[in-house]
């Protein structure tokens, strides 16, 4: 134990002596997803106060008396109706061009006689917008759903869910589903990054440098060593993975609209621990795995090179958060390494936490991490794989 703990004093000694590594690896990655996010979010949450300007040719009353029954309940319309002086739909294309309207509404001739009369071909009505302007593209899609609700209006037959709010899930319900899918890929994402951004040079380049045969000489049995690799290497990256998970979980209310205070009071103490444990347990098989591909690897650059593969797994494992879930009662799907993680973080996050499910994710990852010391530890012994001979 005394052997362990001197390999993992020895790593941390190294990581934290490099400050630009503690920079990159715990600072940085967190500050920067907190302030983009952010800005993101505001981006979002601040729309333009100007209304679109959309010009009218061969103006309708009937349309007319429908904007302006809207404008009458509402105080921000978001639209600025101008009727054609010329109604020559090719100059306001051009001023469409130029910028000068958002949108150009085109009313058949005689439209509102042709509206009212039966057994004649429905009336086209034509809306000209710029694609390449996201103003334009805005209002074109608010006037085209404004010009259907008005068609629904005139041949309204029956209404669906008029009025009032039949939703049933409550605002947190809906911000935690959205979670649920967001937030297990980003984490496993970042988990994966902080481990390749330490792992690599704790092995691969001690080999390149040439150092790590000074490790093998010294009277310490090779399973200690691995052992004390490992679990430094996995602390190390967690810290990682927490400073970019506090910046993503900060930063994500900011990101839809929500709050901070809400998103963290709506999760309990067991829910965090749980998903600390689950952040744990994946950090020490990815841990693993890199560890044995620098073991093979003669150089910082190879070791992650081979691990690119292993990257596009854990990406791919995680995006299935994001289309499907695992019934809670699965619980034999929940002994797939790193699918269980992603599939229990989901559960936590959309509050249909299952504890025999944990339990599962948790002995059968420690299961696996011990089986990858063990193959690691049986590595470190070969000097054909250590020297590369």
Known sequence: ???????????????????RLVLGTL???GLLIFVLYSFMGNAFATPSNEPSKIRVVNPSQAFAAYIGMLESASEDFPFEFTDSETNDVTAEKEALA?????????FPENFDAVLGAENTEAPNVEVFYNSAATKSSSAFSGLTSLLDGWEDMMSNLFDVNRGGSYDIATKQEAEASL????????????LYSGCMGIAPESIAGEKERGTIATLLVTPIKRSELVVGKVLSLSALSSLSAISSFIGTFLSIPKLIGGSIGSTLGAYSFGQYVSLFLIMLSAVLIIVS?????????KSVKEATTLAVPLMLVVMLVSVTSMFFTVDSSSHALFLIPIYNCVQMMSEIFAFDFSGVNLAVTLASNLAYVAALVFVLAKMFKSEKIMFNH
């Not at 134990?1 to 400050?19: C, H």
């Open 1 to 19: 134990m005394r052997n362990v703990l001197t390999i993992i004093q020895k790593e941390f000694s190294r990581f934290f002596r490099d400050k």
């Open 27 to 29: 600072l940085l990655p």
């Open 98 to 106: 130029k910028g000068e309207v958002h949108a150009v509404l085109v």
């Open 179 to 190: 979670y649920a899918m967001m937030l297990p890929f980003i984490i496993m994402t970042m």
């Open 289 to 297: 795995l890199i560890a044995i591909i620098s073991s093979f690897s």
